[in-house]
């Protein structure tokens, strides 16, 4: 954590510990720093998992195998490597996570297709084996640690450590969420990849448990944005250990499913929102509201070609009421959109209705609206019912320094 | 031309007259600044025209007016307002540019729709009419000037005037292209849409005048990028006035055809250059040549996703050869690729190959490439017979401070 603290972290939550899930950290040293740099998660047989990952095909081989693992729907243990991300290390890479797979498989006594991997940090330098293995190894015995301690170990350029938590109400019991994520760019490779996890002592069914964590992702995770670039090791797993006692949840027909679905929605949004506020040289955090577009899904298309455009991004930084900015990014998406219906505002002020400036337009309470930590920009298509909200940061000379500075 | 000059610029070529097309400059005071700021060229009975314009769906009235126009196939007059781009501005905005093309057709006594206009400059506000008839007024009176002088008064934020020319040789006459453009931006709203002009002496049929001007676009203007975000105005536009005295082009069966479109062809690419060399802070001038791909434009459009990735564009301008990151990139790209296929190279040096770096990887000549102002970044897909070369410039501080400082 080299660089200074964004100016839009939060505190740490209070994370309730989740029965049936243990973390622990060590150091392996991947890097020549003074640091812990592996977690391990150990999960009790029955624990289910349910995983989204990165679209990136030049995806680690820890991706790949990921997607194999959650096949068969069962978890016993988590692996995070932070200062190396194993992409593009070709079959070299693969076998250091077989080995990790492998050497917790033993020690637990499971199949090693219920031990996930994720790793992050550089790009095309092999994980080295020796260093992996001593690292598990301290790891498998080390005393307990709290989520925030994991939190911090799976960070790497990220400058707060971040977690979110919800409970809900699931056939008369209360289940937990706890969970964290690292990355300060959604969307930056190198040593930037997003990670997340979650933790529920709720009783899920693994099928139901991907349900909920694919719907999350589209209106959480999808929609947030830092710099347009996707990482090659992006990862979000939920793990549910069912300890709680509830009736296992199998479909939205189970009580209490549509709470914990909810639950499982409100920590992700969470999540997605603390990796924005970490974005690489960020000042400003940013929502971007698009309603009136012919689908949800072209909407959320339309927020992140927003959101995305340099030229906006740079005017929110230079706190600028640029709404032509806001024009081009709106027609270049390639999404249906009629100039002559289009309404644009900031902080809920319109400053362009129907394809026309407001001849009326105040900008005042809109300078005011920008000189704030967080900014809103709407956008009315005038077509359909389609929406979808966006997340975003500005772009400053911070990101400039942190990447042009930053040496592979 | 607030800025200062861009490090990458180059001379303002000898351009010849170009028989048939006077150009004339005057003030119409658009902004409030000292300068010309209004650029008019009258064009002989029997010139063709042929032209490429942007694809946001916000384009302004100009574009929609120009591409109206176009189908006729004859021009009499290109008018280009600076200072004020008019998109954006309904109903407003379209009277404007009606009211300069019928003040024109009646001054030389042709149909309005050979009358062509282009404006450039902030997004929103509708040009002011009184202004506009005043300028077109004193512009059509004005003395000749010379191609240098139009490069100038089309010009907003450019930091340095740009044009190009060419010969070549048709059914045994010479015939010359003398060219113009605008933009440090291809791709950026406000200040710096891309306005592009060929003006030949040839004799070309408008179909076939088409057919070299958007065959050239393709692996010219289509290749270019300087921050992705693409204008409501671009527009390039080809005038040819036939006093060369050849037989007029048809097809590419005419003799010497082949000839004008690699004209064509040379004027587009250096026009292309110049944008990119004064790209929004630009201190590097990036080619990035993909091969292998499944198709030529498949590869197009995997170079273009390397030419917008920032953390591409930041480790150049960190003089960075951190290759991790356009493996990223061209995973992102949405295109066929394979990581196990996939090399990467920096100025003709191979970082890694066929998916892995390379052992013998020897940095010290890549990072002295690097150094320079001229970067090549290679890229083999190792699928098939596709390639494409896409150029852009490195993303600096100076970007930022162009656009986070500039008030709409």
């Not at 592996?38 to 998992?49: K, N």
């Not at 917790?104 to 260093?131: M, N, W, Y």
């Not at 979808?388 to 320094?401: F, P």
Request: glycine content about 10%; hydrophobic content about 45%.
């Amino acid at each position: 954590m080299a660089y200074p603290v964004s100016p839009l972290a939060s505190p740490f939550p209070d994370l309730p510990p989740i029965a049936g899930a243990v973390p622990r950290v060590a150091r392996a040293g991947y890097k020549d720093w003074d640091r812990c740099d592996l977690t391990y998660v150990e999960l009790d047989a029955g624990t289910t998992v349910a995983g989204v990952f990165t679209r990136n095909v030049c995806c680690s081989s820890e991706v790949e195998l990921g997607r194999e693992n959650l096949r068969q729907g069962q978890a016993r243990a988590l692996v995070v490597n932070a200062g190396n991300s194993n992409a593009f290390t070709g079959y070299r890479g693969r076998e250091a996570v077989e080995q990790i797979m492998e050497q917790v498989a033993a020690h637990i006594g499971c199949p090693r297709e219920q031990v996930f991997v994720s790793s992050t940090g550089v790009i095309g330098v092999p994980l080295p084996k020796d260093k992996a293995r001593e690292g598990v190894a301290k790891a498998l015995t080390a005393q307990p640690c709290s989520w925030e301690d994991a939190a911090q170990t799976i960070a790497t350029t990220d400058t707060f450590a971040k977690g979110a938590t919800a409970t809900a109400v699931v056939g008369g019991k209360t289940v937990s969420i706890s969970a964290i994520i690292k990355g300060s760019g959604m969307i930056a490779p190198d040593m930037a990849t997003m990670l997340g996890y979650l933790f529920t002592d709720a009783a899920v069914e693994p099928a139901f448990l991907q349900q909920c964590l694919s719907a999350a992702n589209v209106r959480t995770f999808s929609c947030i944005t830092v710099d347009s670039d996707t990482s090659t090791s992006d990862t979000v797993l939920a793990f549910a250990t069912g300890k709680a006692g509830n009736a296992p949840l199998a479909s939205f027909d189970s009580p209490g499913a549509d709470a914990f679905a909810a639950a499982v929605h409100d920590v992700c949004r969470q999540l997605a929102h603390l990796v924005v506020r970490d974005g690489e040289g960020a000042s400003k955090f940013i929502a971007v509201t698009v309603t009136g577009a012919v689908s949800d899904e072209s909407a959320r298309k339309i927020g992140l070609a927003i959101a995305n455009s340099p030229l906006v991004k740079t005017a929110i930084a230079g706190e600028d009421a640029n709404w032509g900015r806001v024009v081009m990014a709106v027609g270049k998406a390639g999404e249906a959109a009629d100039r002559d219906k289009l309404s644009i505002g900031f902080g809920g002020v319109w400053a362009a209705r129907e394809g026309l400036p407001l001849a009326d337009y105040d900008e005042a309470p809109v300078a005011a609206h920008l000189k704030g930590q967080d900014v809103t920009i709407e956008v009315d298509l005038g077509l359909g019912d389609g929406q979808a909200t966006v997340w975003t940061c500005d772009l400053t000379h911070g990101y400039i320094s942190i990447n042009a500075d930053y040496r592979s």
